[in-house]
């Protein structure tokens, strides 16, 4: 700690040529220090230099890699960031939009359209017939997959290059995806329609969680999945493309699909298992710790499922699995210092709903293609191809 001035963020981030979005990810990241009080957050200017040459080293003929030896990919992003424990998306509050605004409301914000316009019913039929085509075995992910490429194969304009196109296409996924994936067409707001395709009842305080819960999914800095949309979108790939090579990424145990073994979890202690008896079979069954549980973004704990579970405490009927929630959280916090993620929070609400297990994956695909589709405009005002890094050869010489 020096014993110079401390900067602001407004003049951190103006050292560092970032925008204070940037700047708050890299102390979310614990790339750098800071310290708060009541004229808000100030930075240590030899740290925040030395930090300024260390971007300065790392920074290679292509813009955006990350250079040899560097353990981190650091993009500028316009969506999301943390600041003290709070997502926020731009400039408001992902908790306070969760609450007050439908998931269509904040996607129209985010895009500036004034409504989100959705495919055709006959485009609808094509996609759940393809889907059908899948039969039993298949998993929801599978359906929203396939469901992807036929929305884009019924759509003329799928490869046309102006960035427009990308909020349109995106409009046709978040309304037709929910549409293909129940079993009839009904026109109506994203969220009720996607409760029809994964419920068990038609609980009007299910819809209104299911809204909350694709509004704080829309993004949360560069997941994996995220970074896979932007390297497609970099190459100026449709639409269509950009959220299917998310899917690739998003479709996997450490991120996606991590909602499924919390539910597991959860179910058992519901229908009788001890807490300490579904946790154990939990960790040995998954390999990869309590599921549910850690999220390193978050000093305190991930404010998403913080804010899904405290609306679902609110809704009635849920008083036996939130017991379930209690019971492991409990059991977790006695023995490790890890709190409940969203994925735990998702496996809640896909419980008390009573959807099938993969539920939470398909809510949270759903939700952050509303993310993607962002990202890939933002990647649109960048240089084409600028996400392409170079390999380093680290095998036997040649003979």
Do not use: C
Not at 331 to 346: G, K
């Amino acid at each position: 700690m020096s014993d110079l001035p401390r900067l602001t963020a407004r003049e951190a981030a103006a050292r560092l040529g970032v925008k204070p979005e940037s700047l708050y990810a890299y102390v979310s990241r614990g790339l750098l220090s800071r310290e708060r009080d009541a004229a808000g957050s100030s930075f240590d200017p030899l740290e925040i230099e030395a930090f300024a040459q260390r971007r300065r080293r790392s920074s290679g003929p292509t813009p955006g890699a990350a250079a040899p030896g560097t353990p981190l990919m650091v993009l500028d992003t316009r969506l999301a960031h943390i600041d003290d424990d709070e997502l926020h998306y731009r400039e408001r509050s992902a908790a306070r939009l969760a609450r007050e605004q439908s998931f269509e409301e904040v996607v129209a914000w985010l895009w500036d359209v004034p409504s989100l316009r959705g495919p055709s019913a006959d485009d609808v039929a094509v996609a759940r017939r393809t889907i059908a085509a899948l039969g039993e075995t298949a998993s929801s992910l599978d359906r929203i997959l396939v469901a992807v490429a036929a929305l884009g194969a019924t759509d003329p304009l799928r490869d046309d290059p102006d960035p427009s196109h990308l909020v349109r296409v995106g409009a046709r996924l978040l309304t037709g995806l929910p549409a293909a994936l129940g079993p009839q067409h009904h026109p109506d707001a994203i969220a009720p329609t996607l409760w029809r395709a994964l419920a068990a009842s038609d609980d009007p305080h299910g819809r209104r969680l299911l809204d909350a819960a694709l509004v704080l999914v829309i993004d949360h800095d560069l997941a994996v999945s995220t970074l896979a949309a932007r390297v497609a979108a970099s190459a100026r790939a449709s639409g269509y493309a950009v959220v299917t090579a998310a899917l690739g990424a998003f479709d996997a145990p450490l991120h996606g699909t991590a909602s499924r073994a919390a539910v597991r979890m959860l179910r058992a202690v519901q229908e009788g298992d001890a807490a300490p008896a579904a946790i154990a079979r939990a960790v040995r069954d998954g390999g990869r710790g309590v599921p549910g549980f850690g999220q390193p973004l978050y000093a305190g704990g991930d404010m998403r499922a913080a804010v899904l579970l405290e609306l679902l405490r609110e809704t009635p009927g849920a008083d036996d699995v939130l017991a379930a929630v209690d019971a492991v959280a409990g059991e977790v916090a006695r023995r490790a210092d890890a709190r409940p993620n969203l994925d735990l929070a998702l496996g809640a609400l896909a419980l008390w709903a009573r959807m099938p297990d993969d539920a939470g994956a398909v809510v949270f695909a759903v939700g952050r293609i509303a993310g993607w589709i962002t990202h890939a405009v933002e990647e649109y005002d960048e240089r084409p191809m600028r996400l392409r890094p170079r390999g380093r050869y680290v095998g036997p010489p040649p003979e």
